[in-house]
């Protein structure tokens, strides 16, 4: 598994833990990171806390359009695992511009397959397809 892969994996775990405990991805991130210094192991990848920090400071927005365009779906009604994975989706698609966007629904697509639903598959990539589609129509200017 590529870094980055594994790094997006990282990042979905730390945000489904910090939804299911109803605490910040930033405290969560925070304990890990604690921890793994304690027990002498290997620091996380960058760019776990790259894409937690993303999502975190753009949650708002991020959240606002994937409720818009996610078609009679709220959040609330999503599996936790599709939520943090859309919001990982969402991030690099409209902030990361060194990260394709058919990568990062790819990306997307592939972590749902393996941790969620038969159906979420489709329906993320439909969600994050659309996203990329109406990107430019958002007017938010990307941050790498």
Do not use: C, H
């Not at 990848?45 to 779906?73: F, H, P, R």
């Amino acid at each position: 598994m590529a870094a980055r892969s594994k790094a997006r994996k990282r990042a979905l775990d730390v945000l489904y833990e910090a939804d299911l405990r109803g605490t910040s991805a930033k405290e969560v991130l925070d304990g890990q990171i604690g921890r793994r210094a304690a027990d002498n192991e290997p620091e996380l990848n960058a760019y776990v806390t790259t894409l937690i920090d993303g999502v975190t400071v753009n949650q708002e927005q991020i959240d606002e359009i994937l409720s818009t365009y996610s078609m009679g779906w709220t959040l609330d009604r999503m599996p936790a695992v599709d939520r943090a994975v859309l919001r990982i989706g969402a991030y690099e698609i409209i902030w990361a511009d060194d990260i394709p966007d058919a990568v990062a629904i790819s990306e997307a697509v592939a972590l749902v397959t393996d941790l969620s639903t038969d159906e979420s598959s489709s329906f993320v990539n439909g969600l994050l397809g659309r996203i990329s589609e109406i990107k430019p129509s958002l007017g938010i200017p990307s941050v790498s």
